[in-house]
């Protein structure tokens, strides 16, 4: 059960184009905080009591983009994209790859070696987070405003280090359409809940910046696919890319679909749209409401989009293109 009133006294954040709502997707009208997304547009056995409205959803995970009153006001400007790109790749550099993740990545992912290397998958276990982070410093890097990074408070409280916050896991980059690192994310070891990743970020912490919900553009060395393939989460995407040799686009969850209709109407407006959320779009509210929603809105932009079909067997298109299962589509408008 959900104790409404204890939460509903934390402060709330208006959704916007940047901070979406972590249940629906749209960028109007809901708002949340670290703990609850009150939703005016998904029902739970939870209703908003008095004038305020909508459907109380207790989150798993606080959204990388929720700030709180304090945090808000020592939060840092978010770096530009070149310096983010410079240091995550000097970051990644410093990281090597386990071999259980190999195994990982090429036995139950399908990838090789070569493009396990060529996509810049290392591992993030037993690191010392000050230790990486003063080996950037003494690289000539500035850590500030950049996503996953912030400075923490020193046991002795009289000054600060820098820091990140991680769990064991595989890292990745997450790119944008000109190929720079925009944000980098994690495969947790250990689903937190039913979270399976985490982006980088450290907008939830002192003088921390929020990477927002960045969508990575995956694309092949060769394009045989001239349409543009939209499907959840950026791992799923780079798989998906490599085997069917068009760009796909990853988002971060099936609800911030936003961000990426925005990119399709800025990088891609001419380019006819394939669908290709998981198999429980069928099966689960929350994914089937997302999807109806980037359908309703993909629609209206009058391009031809099409939903990719494979076997049930398989829940995502990753695991059907990975098992060589050859995809039909349907036309949706």
């Known amino acids: 059960m959900i104790q409404a009133k204890q939460y509903i006294n934390q402060p709330f954040q208006r959704v916007n184009r940047k901070q979406p709502c972590p249940v629906c997707g749209k960028t109007d009208w809901c708002s949340f905080n670290d703990r609850i997304a009150i939703c005016m547009r998904v029902e739970s056995d939870h209703l908003v009591p008095g004038k305020m409205g909508g459907w109380l959803h207790k989150l798993v995970e606080s959204p990388t983009y929720y700030r709180s009153d304090e945090i808000a006001a020592t939060a840092a400007t978010k770096a530009s994209l070149e310096v983010c790109d410079r240091v995550y790749r000097a970051f990644l550099n410093l990281l090597s790859l386990a ?106 912490q002192h003088t921390g910046a929020s990477c927002g919900v960045p969508i990575h553009v995956a694309q092949p060395e060769v394009i045989k696919d001239n349409r543009i393939w939209v499907t959840e989460g950026a791992l799923k995407a780079t798989i998906l890319s490599q085997r069917i040799g068009a760009v796909v686009l990853g988002t971060v969850s099936s609800n911030t679909w936003a961000p990426a209709l925005e990119l399709l109407e800025k990088s891609f407006p001419e380019s006819d749209i394939v669908e290709a959320y998981d198999l429980d779009k069928y099966t689960n509210h929350h994914v089937k409401t997302a999807c109806k929603g980037f359908r309703e809105a993909i629609a209206m932009t009058s391009r031809q989009v099409s939903e990719a079909m494979w076997d049930r067997h398989f829940k995502g298109a990753d695991d059907a293109a990975i098992a060589g299962y050859k995809f039909n589509f349907r036309k949706i408008n």
């Open 99 to 204: 071999p259980y993740h190999i195994k990982e990545l090429t036995e139950h992912r399908g990838l090789t070696v070569k493009e396990i290397r060529e996509i810049g998958f290392k591992s993030l276990i037993e690191v010392k987070p000050w230790q990486l982070c003063k080996r950037l410093i003494n690289m000539g890097f500035s850590l500030e405003g950049v996503p996953g990074f912030y400075l923490a408070p020193n046991k002795k409280g009289d000054g600060y280090y820098w820091c990140f916050n991680y769990s064991p896991g595989i890292v990745f980059p997450l790119l944008d359409i000109q190929g720079k690192i925009q944000a980098l994310q994690i495969r947790l070891d250990k689903p937190i809940g039913d979270k399976k990743y985490r982006l980088f970020s450290s907008g939830n």
